[in-house]
């Protein structure tokens, strides 16, 4: 079984719904993180938390939100989505410097397209 | 301001080629550097990683990367290319600033030709 999982892995949905995006982990890792690709961007940051009391944003935290539920999920919402959210959509965790200097492992995506 | 930048958004290289990615950083305090790939449908997985145990990183796949200070740069190479390497591979630099976040290149799209 995969250790980091996102459900669903293919969305189509369209402008002004609310959409959520979840990711679970049998890590056992405190950190956990959302970001986005698109093409020729690379990855970029949207919220992170370091564990289920702390939660951050990222680089691109405008018109999303997160809520970390326990330990092992970490959901993303898009509280009224907008075409230029379609992207492909990627969870990750990490166990910080003593895990290994913060190599993350990730989740397969989930593409959303917004129409 | 920290960041990454790699040089070239797509490479081509014949069967056998030796592959060539670029990687360059910024960063104003020692960097923890890795090389991800992502193949077609995939999310990314680790290549390698730069911990400042050694300056030449071996990887999984016969991939390796050097680190060099003076250049600040950590590219990645492998004498020869196979089919199977076709993906998209990925620079990231981790800072140790105010909690270890990543920094994440735009990303090498790597063609192999028959």
């Known amino acids: 079984d995969a250790d980091v999982t996102q459900t669903p892995r293919n969305r189509i949905t369209k402008t002004g719904k609310r959409i959520m995006l979840e990711c679970s982990q049998t890590?056992?890792?405190?950190?956990m993180y959302w970001y986005r690709q698109d093409p020729g961007l690379g990855l970029r940051l949207i919220y992170y938390?370091?564990?289920?009391?702390?939660?951050n944003k990222g680089e691109i935290s405008d018109g999303y939100s997160v809520s970390r539920q326990a330990q092992a999920k970490f959901s993303l919402s898009l509280e009224s989505a907008i075409p230029n959210q379609t992207a492909l959509y990627f969870c990750a965790t990490s166990a910080g410097l003593a895990g290994g200097y913060n190599e993350q492992f990730f989740g397969p995506g989930t593409r959303l397209t917004v129409l | 301001a920290q960041s990454v930048t790699q040089l070239g958004s797509h490479v081509s290289v014949s069967e056998g080629a030796l592959v060539l990615l670029r990687c360059n950083y910024s960063?104003?305090?020692?960097?923890?550097l890795f090389w991800y790939v992502q193949y077609p449908n995939q999310g990314l997985q680790l290549l390698l990683k730069?911990?400042?145990?050694?300056?030449l990183v071996k990887g999984i796949n016969g991939f390796e990367a050097e680190f060099k200070k003076s250049e600040t740069s950590f590219h990645l190479t492998k004498p020869s290319a196979h089919m199977s390497d076709a993906a998209e591979y990925f620079c990231a630099v981790t800072l140790n600033t105010g909690g270890f976040k990543t920094i994440f290149g735009a990303g090498t799209r790597l063609f192999v030709k028959a």
């Open positions: 890590k056992g890792h405190d950190r």
């Open positions: 960063s104003s305090v020692p960097p923890y």
């Open positions: 730069y911990t400042s145990a050694a300056t």
């Open positions: 938390s370091f564990d289920v009391k702390d939660i």
